[in-house]
């Protein structure tokens, strides 16, 4: 039992706000799930939805989670109790940490694999590999080296939550986060400099409306959620440890900005060089959660200076994977702390330990647990789908009407005001998005799939 320190922990500077909350949004979802998802729902028109979907949703949930944050000055599940004591709203608090755990759980996966190619491209024997598709299935489908990978990426995680907010998580992005931009710049450069990109940035920004449908709307949805770190809490998190000078709406546009243009640049990168050295169509490219970890390595394989490229490439992705896994185990540190009055170091060992029990089912779900499937779909493959689109969503919508029918408007724009202080008539705006406009959009877009499509 420990007491809860008298000052809470917070960010120390303007630029490391930024840093945290940019460091979660950019991710494996802007890397290797957007260039994915991508691909996979008709390329331009799909980008352009999502890119629809972070101003009009993206923009008011991320300042409806940092001004109930901020104002609470408490984790997810604490704040909903502190501003709406004796009601059931505490449970979209709850229901963000059950994300946090649905999440985490096969985001560690995925960001082993990353270490685990960024160490066979460190050793050179990653571009060795005569045949890159049986290359990632032989190490994915393994038990051990997937599984030792994922211990690797909780214990580091851990280390820098246990750290805390300023010594750990700021300090750890605030350095990060430009080498990360800076890399990713210089290999979307690469990609479109090559002969025969020009294909892939055509299906990259030329719309084809014909592939659209309801399930493509609530994937650009769930996706523009997923890579914004909203729906459950996160930035609830982050928003309690922001200082209460900081200007809200100016964070939250920077990270929103970052958030996508490091999205469109990873797809620069991937996409374009796909298309002008590998002979796979876009049916074949759209299969599977390989892009990244067959096709790009034959990539680097045909191109000057690849091993280097590909050294840089896994190393970027695994410090994109690491900034993000610190804020979402945040979000259950910060509540077990909080709510149990547990010391920092027991609530980063227990929320380690027990996601990370369930994050062995997703990574073993390319291996011994292939063939265990729920509606057609993997233990991996339902953590992935539905935190994204039914979790994340949901929270979303639950968010957003918090704030707009019970938090309320003189209360929200006092917060986002910081007490009055800034003035600016953006504030109602957001306001009347926040409270009429993303409920209604984002209602439709899950209601209406549901019905067309059934759930999963
Ligand atoms: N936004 C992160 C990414 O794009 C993932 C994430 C989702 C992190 C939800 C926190 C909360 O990779």
């Known amino acids: 039992m420990a007491n809860l320190p008298l000052v809470r922990d917070s960010f120390g500077s303007r630029f490391g706000v930024v840093a945290a909350a940019a460091g979660s949004a950019v991710g494996l979802g802007n890397i290797w799930r957007f260039p994915l998802v991508t691909t996979q729902n008709g390329g331009g028109a799909f980008l352009l939805l999502y890119i629809g979907f972070v101003l009009l949703i993206g923009i008011p949930v991320m300042m409806s989670e940092f001004a109930i944050g901020r104002k609470a000055q408490l984790n997810a599940f604490g704040s909903f109790k502190k501003l709406a004591p004796n009601t059931p709203w505490f449970l979209v608090g709850f229901m963000g940490i059950l994300t946090a755990f649905a999440i985490l759980a096969f985001y560690s996966t995925v960001a082993g694999w990353t270490l685990e ?67 990713i710049m210089l290999l979307a450069l690469r990609s479109i400099t090559l002969n025969g990109a020009m294909q892939g940035i055509n299906y990259l920004f030329l719309p ?155 990574t073993l779900s390319f291996g011994e647990l292939s063939g265990f499937t729920i ?47 800034i003035k600016s008539y953006l504030f109602k705006v957001v306001f009347f998005i926040i409270r009429y406009i993303a409920p209604v959009a984002i209602g439709i877009v899950t209601i209406a799939t549901f019905f067309v499509r059934g759930i999963v």
Request: aromatic share 12%; hydrophobic share 55%; net charge neutral.
């Open 117 to 183: 190619y960024f160490y066979q491209a460190g050793t050179g024997k990653l571009l060795m590999a005569e045949n890159m598709e049986k290359n990632f299935s032989e190490f994915s489908s393994g038990t051990y080296r997937p599984l030792i990978w994922q211990l690797v990426v909780m214990l580091i995680t851990a280390v820098v939550v246990y750290a805390g907010i300023k010594k750990g998580i700021e300090k750890f992005t605030k350095v990060l986060m430009p080498v990360l931009v800076f890399l």
């Open 208 to 362: 084809d409306w014909s592939v659209v449908n309801f399930r493509t709307v609530l994937m650009a949805l769930g996706q523009a959620a997923f890579s914004l770190s909203i729906g459950m809490g996160t930035l609830i998190t982050y928003g309690s440890y922001i200082p209460k000078d900081n200007n809200l709406l100016a964070t939250t546009t920077q990270v929103a900005f970052t958030d996508t243009f490091i999205a469109i640049l990873s797809s620069l990168m991937v996409v374009p060089a796909i298309f002008a050295l590998s002979d796979i169509t876009v049916s074949e490219l759209s299969a599977g959660p390989g892009l990244v970890f067959e096709v790009l390595p034959d990539v680097f394989k045909s191109i000057p200076g690849g091993s280097i490229l590909a050294v840089i490439f896994f190393a970027l992705l695994s410090v994109a994977a690491l900034t993000s896994t610190i804020s979402v185990l945040e979000v259950v540190v910060a509540w077990l702390k909080e709510e149990l009055r547990l010391s920092r170091k027991s609530a980063t060992a227990i929320a380690a330990v027990s996601i990370t029990m369930l994050g062995v089912l997703a």
């Open 375 to 421: 509606f057609g779909k993997t233990i991996f493959g339902i953590l992935d789908y539905t935190s994204a689109n039914i979790l994340l969503t949901f929270g979303a919508l639950f968010i957003v009407v918090f704030v707009g029918w019970k938090l309320g408007k003189s209360e929200f724009i006092l917060e986002i005001s910081n007490e009055g202080t």
